[in-house]
């Protein structure tokens, strides 16, 4: 159900916004929202019809992966409470990449349909603004994540990958299996599993079906914060 123009307002100062916009503009955006929830084991590929659009994370954990055409090397990255995302709003279907969006948590967010994107095209110059500041973010942090993470070894790979579920998931008991981990890691399973398997046996972490759970955070932000962080993360 769409939400009225008396809740919009609510709406709007719970949500984070990437840039300056006017209440007036926020009201016509919100007032073609939907909100909706996914379950964790419910991956998509945003090259799904009723996929296009906006979304905002209210709940949850995302992982996302971007493979471009006529490449191989796909970039996969995590999305959490206040980020946005946005899909081909006005290309009618034309994309240069195929989106898979894979929960970690069942997911809560606001969903804008393209319909409604496209008829703020009309005469709505702030969506642009919108636009550009969510794909630059998304962009950016993809793309640096990514060089990041491939510069690192396996095993300070994967603890930082797990110091950024933590932050988003914001327990110990972290809902993420080995399948995830090797595509944000970019190494294989095996090589997932044998350097877990490391970390087990210090006591670092403990595994049990679909998810890592922290056992010594110490160490954790320890080893994170001796890697550093990449510029614009």
């Known amino acids: 159900m769409s939400l009225n123009q008396l809740a919009t307002d609510s709406i709007s100062n719970s949500m984070s916004w990437p840039c300056d916009l ?3 503009f926020k009201q016509q955006l919100l007032l073609g929202s939907v909100n909706k ?3 964790k084991t419910a991956s998509f590929h945003i090259l799904e019809a009723e996929s296009y659009g906006m979304f ?3 709940k949850g954990c995302l992982m996302m992966t971007s493979t471009i055409y006529g490449e191989h090397i796909p970039l996969t990255n995590l999305y959490g409470p206040g980020d946005w995302l946005c899909y081909s709003p006005v290309m009618d279907g034309q994309s240069s990449s195929l989106i898979e969006l894979e929960p970690l948590e069942s997911l809560e967010y606001v969903s804008i349909s393209k319909p409604h994107l496209k008829a703020l095209f009309k005469d709505c110059a702030e969506l642009y603004k919108l636009l550009f500041h969510i794909k630059s973010k998304r ?3 993809l793309l640096l994540n990514a060089i990041f993470r491939n510069s690192l070894p396996i095993t300070e790979n994967i603890l930082y990958v797990l ?3 933590l932050y988003i998931q914001k327990h110990q008991q972290l809902h993420i299996n080995q399948n995830q981990l090797a595509k944000l890691t ?3 399973r095996p090589r997932i599993n044998e350097a877990l398997q490391k970390l087990v046996n210090d006591n670092v972490i403990s595994i049990s079906r679909g998810t890592v759970t922290i056992q010594d955070i110490e160490f954790l932000e320890e080893k994170v914060a001796e890697l550093g962080e990449p510029k614009n993360n």
């Open 22 to 24: 006017s209440n007036d």
């Open 56 to 58: 905002y994370i209210k």
């Open 139 to 141: 962009s950016d942090s």
């Open 163 to 165: 110091s950024k579920v």
């Open 37 to 39: 929830s996914r379950l």
């Open 186 to 188: 970019g190494f294989t």
